[in-house]
Each structure stands twice: as structure tokens, then as C-alpha cells.
Nanobody, 119 residues
Framework: QVQLVESGGGLVQAGGSLTLSCAAS????????MGWYRQAPGKERELVAA???????YYADSVKGRFTILRDNAKNTVPLQMIFLKPEDTAMYYCAASKKGLGHAYDYWGQGTQVTVSS
């Protein structure tokens, strides 16, 4: 089993920045890809960013150039740096872990952290 705990959410003004963090624990040797999803009220959950064990990354078009996903293997954390935030970035953000590479389904999920961007 793998446990994921998100932190760092909050309220920020449009144009501001925020860094989310995902702390992972458990059977981490089985994990390849780490990702961040988000879900806004009334909308489907979407993959925002992901990073594989080898360092390959994926970003949704809506966040390219504004979000950066990192992977700190020493601390077992996955930060998501967000700049130039927009009101449409408002959502619950979830950390997820997959045993496979980019583009595959995720096996483990955190409880989420709320990000609210005011206009």
C-alpha cells in the first residue's frame, strides 16, 4: 500500500502563486509515476501534471508554462509549483501514484487539498 497526503492549498488572488506538496509513504518501490489531478465543482477530474520515475513529465495544456511538477526522491515528496494562478484553477487538487508509466491509470490517491483563486 501507498499513502499520499497533500498539503499547501489555500486562498490566493489571481496572478499569485502557490506550491502544493504530496508526501508519499509505504511501498514506494512499486511506484513509477506521480501525478496531480484537480476537480472543480460540476466538472470532471482532470490530470494537471505528472512525472515518471525517469523524470519525464506531462502537463495539461491549460497549465503549461505556469505549473511545474517536481519529484524529491530523498524526501518522498512531489511538489506542484503554481504561478500566475487564474480563477479557473480553483479546484480540489489530488495527488496520485501509479505503478506504471505516464499515460496509465493511477493506483493510489490522496484526500485532496483545496485551491481557491479569487479574481
Amino acid at each position: 500500500q501507498v499513502q499520499l497526503v497533500e498539503s499547501g492549498g489555500g486562498l490566493v488572488q489571481a496572478g499569485g502563486s502557490l506550491t502544493l506538496s504530496c508526501a508519499a509513504s509505504g511501498m514506494l518501490f512499486s511506484i513509477n509515476t506521480m501525478g496531480w489531478y484537480r476537480q472543480a465543482p460540476g466538472k470532471e477530474r482532470e490530470l494537471v501534471a505528472a512525472i515518471s520515475k525517469g523524470g519525464s513529465t506531462y502537463y495539461a495544456d491549460s497549465v503549461k508554462g505556469r505549473f511545474t511538477i517536481l519529484r524529491d526522491n530523498a524526501k518522498n515528496t512531489v511538489p506542484l509549483q503554481m504561478i500566475f494562478l487564474k480563477p479557473e484553477d480553483t479546484a480540489m487538487y489530488y495527488c496520485a501514484a501509479s505503478k506504471k508509466g505516464l499515460g496509465h491509470a493511477y493506483d493510489y490517491w490522496g484526500q485532496g487539498t483545496q485551491v481557491t483563486v479569487s479574481s
